[in-house]
Nanobody, 121 residues
Framework: QVQLVESGGGSVQSGGSLRLSCTVS????????VSWYRRVPGSERVLVAS????????KYADSVKGRFTISRDNAKNALYLQMTGLKPEDTAVYYC??????????????WGQGTQVTVSS
């Protein structure tokens, strides 16, 4: 059974920091591209940051560039999102996402259950 379990969400004031974690089980993590998405009520999920299976650095949405850092630890089957300089507009439910890299992410797609991040002004 494949599981993606997020943790680390919470409430912070504007300018604060949070670190999200996602632990992946049931698949060979090092063969998966992984990402963080977020969704606000009434909107679709949008990509925040992604890191491919063999990469050391990630790609970012313009809205978070310079403030968020995505990383992965293949030995721990874990994905992270370090968020600094948080703004009220970062408030959303954040989701961990994994897809099978060798399928060009057309298959083996999995989502976590989401973790709430709330930033107050």
């Amino acid at each position: 059974q494949v599981q993606l379990v997020e943790s680390g969400g919470g409430s912070v004031q504007s300018g604060g920091s949070l670190r999200l974690s996602c632990t992946v089980s049931g698949v060979p993590f090092d063969m998966y591209d992984v990402s963080w998405y977020r969704r606000v009520p009434g909107s679709e999920r949008v990509l925040v940051a992604s890191i491919s299976n063999g990469a050391r650095t990630g790609k970012y949405a313009d809205s978070v560039k310079g403030r968020f850092t995505i990383s992965r630890d293949n030995a721990k089957n874990a994905l992270y999102l370090q968020m600094t300089g948080l703004k009220p507009e970062d408030t959303a439910v954040y989701y961990c996402y994994a897809c099978f890299a060798l399928s060009d992410c057309t298959g083996g797609i999995y989502w976590g259950q989401g973790t709430q991040v709330t930033v107050s002004s």
